[in-house]
């Protein structure tokens, strides 16, 4: 790989990050919130942080002219705090912590024609509902064909949310032979009842913004039908303790996201 190269898809990857952190930087404060994992009956240490480390598993399936579905698994797969990594003792040894997650979004910017590896497309979520599920062990997960799936063991609900508003964007990179899927968004987030030990400090954050940049080596286009998988990508969720980002904030992001696609688009001229 040239040098050219690696700066070009470092500067895409930049920009990216850029362009939804722009969109969310009013909400997402990065507040401090405890989970008493021993609370609901896990084997694990207590755990303060205000970042959690996902990675995703995912199918994405194309439907009609601009719409798609995606169904999936966020493993939990860390914590941070201010930055720096915490001890969560017994996290995917003795118990795990994941997200089964379902949704619906469309394009508004390109059609499920369009081929995401040359040219830039992006759109909005219209839908997604969510299970926070505690499991006793490890938890893996893995894909039967493009289906994601998980085996683990007892589990246990501890709290459920839906969707309040989200954007995504596909970008080409790899001289137009690959793209990096990312998307963010604001959930609500509501305790299961009789689990609120496991969120030590009562009233317990009631929202949470998620944000994914998946690497190339992660995404598997489904060349029949113009999905695509994730495995194993990356991505967290922090919880808020403001409102959630106004109708303002994603023309923002929207406009954060119409850059890319100009970068995209001299790129490929000078290509």
């Known amino acids: 790989m040239t040098q050219a190269r690696t700066r070009r898809i470092a500067l895409n990857r930049t920009l990216v990050a850029a362009a ?18 021993g609370a609901v009956g896990l084997t694990g240490t207590s755990i303060t942080a205000d970042n ?14 601009t719409g798609s579905t995606e169904t999936g698994f966020l493993s939990v797969t860390g914590f941070q ?11 995917n040894t003795t118990y ?12 508004t910017t390109g059609t499920n024609a369009t081929d995401p590896r040359t040219t830039l497309t992006a759109g909005v979520l219209d839908s997604a509902t969510f299970s926070l599920i505690a ?5 893996t997960f893995g894909f039967s064909g493009t289906t994601p799936t998980v085996s683990s063991g007892a589990t246990q609900v501890l709290a459920t ?36 030990g496991f969120f030590a400090a009562q009233p317990f954050y009631n929202l949470a913004s998620t944000a994914f940049t998946n690497t190339v080596s992660t995404v598997t286009p489904i060349p029949a039908g113009g ?11 922090n919880f808020l303790a403001s409102p959630i980002p106004e109708p303002e904030t994603y023309a923002l992001l929207m406009a954060g996201l119409g850059i890319l696609g100009l970068v995209a688009r001299r790129q490929k001229n000078a290509g």
């Open 20 to 37: 939804l952190a722009a969109g969310f930087s009013a909400a997402s404060a990065l507040p401090v919130f405890t989970f008493n994992p």
């Open 52 to 65: 959690l480390l996902l990675s995703n598993f995912l199918n994405v399936t194309a439907v009609g002219a």
């Open 81 to 91: 705090l201010g930055g720096s990594n915490v001890d969560a003792g017994g996290l």
């Open 96 to 107: 795990s912590l994941y997200f089964r997650f379902d949704g619906a979004a469309h394009l």
């Open 135 to 139: 499991a006793a062990g490890n938890s």
């Open 161 to 196: 949310g839906s969707l309040v508003n989200g954007t995504f964007v596909n970008l080409p990179t790899n001289n137009n032979t690959a793209f990096v899927p990312s998307a963010e968004a604001s959930v609500t987030f509501n305790q299961a009842a009789g689990k609120e």
């Open 227 to 237: 999905g695509y998988t994730v495995a194993n990508g990356g991505g967290n969720l």
